[in-house]
């Protein structure tokens, strides 16, 4: 791939990232966040973490299934804008929820399971996006990094689980966030297995291929 090409590429996935803020910012200068403000917002900010997060878990599978080799080179800064999301999500119930009021969130964080998950999901983001750059792969070696960074597995997870503990009943969106998630991680599965066989294969040959006596 072209240098122009995957500038473009990257200029647009900051386009696209920035536009649901940008939107969010517009309804806000217009009033126009609804009856309840605070509970619009920090929606619309969970949604879309969990939509780039969702998006940065599809970059792989698309190599896999397709042969493409572009969408690896966006999946840490779709990685990172998941991140950002998962922050302002987080700030507002900090800043407009609570006030700062920390005895009651770490209450609320005990006593209701969806924030459980969704705390946890927020905190293996963190070591994800503080390892995120090029130096602290070549610090940490290729196979540590990569072995650290499968935690963005659990974070789908948790975030999923946090979503459709949070959802209402009859609200469907939910559980297509987890047959996505669940098709993302089902093709990784698959490819992982796949290239586990071959691999046994491989070292079956020689000593099925031995002449006898040697």
């Known amino acids: 791939m072209s240098r122009p090409t995957r500038i473009a590429l990257k200029v647009a996935v900051w386009g696209g990232c920035l536009a649901p803020l ?3 910012g517009h309804r806000a200068w217009t009033d126009d966040l609804g009856a309840n403000p605070v509970s619009f917002v920090t929606n619309t900010l ?9 998006a940065s878990l599809a970059m792989t599978p698309l190599r896999i299934v397709f ?16 991140f950002a999301y998962a922050c302002l999500h987080f ?11 920390w005895p009651r969130m770490w209450a609320d964080i ?5 924030i459980t998950v969704g705390m946890l999901a927020l905190l293996s983001l963190i070591p994800l996006a503080a390892t995120s750059t090029t ?3 070549r610090r940490l070696g290729a196979r540590a990094w990569t072995r650290l960074h499968r935690l963005v597995y659990v974070t789908g997870v948790c975030a999923v689980l946090h979503y459709l503990w949070l959802a209402k009943v009859g609200v469907t969106d939910p559980y297509w966030y987890a047959g996505a998630l669940a098709v993302l991680l ?7 297995g796949r290239r586990l066989v071959r691999r046994r294969r491989r070292a079956a040959v020689p000593a099925t291929s031995a002449p006898a006596g040697s």
């Open 46 to 54: 969970g949604d879309w973490t969990l939509r780039i997060l969702l």
């Open 22 to 24: 940008a939107l969010l």
């Open 67 to 82: 042969g493409l080799a572009w969408p690896i080179t966006l999946r840490r800064l779709l990685g990172l804008f998941a």
């Open 110 to 114: 005990v006593k209701r399971p969806y």
């Open 135 to 137: 130096e602290m792969i």
């Open 186 to 192: 089902g093709v990784r599965g698959w490819d992982r």
């Open 91 to 101: 700030s507002v119930w900090i800043v407009l929820d609570f006030f700062f009021d």
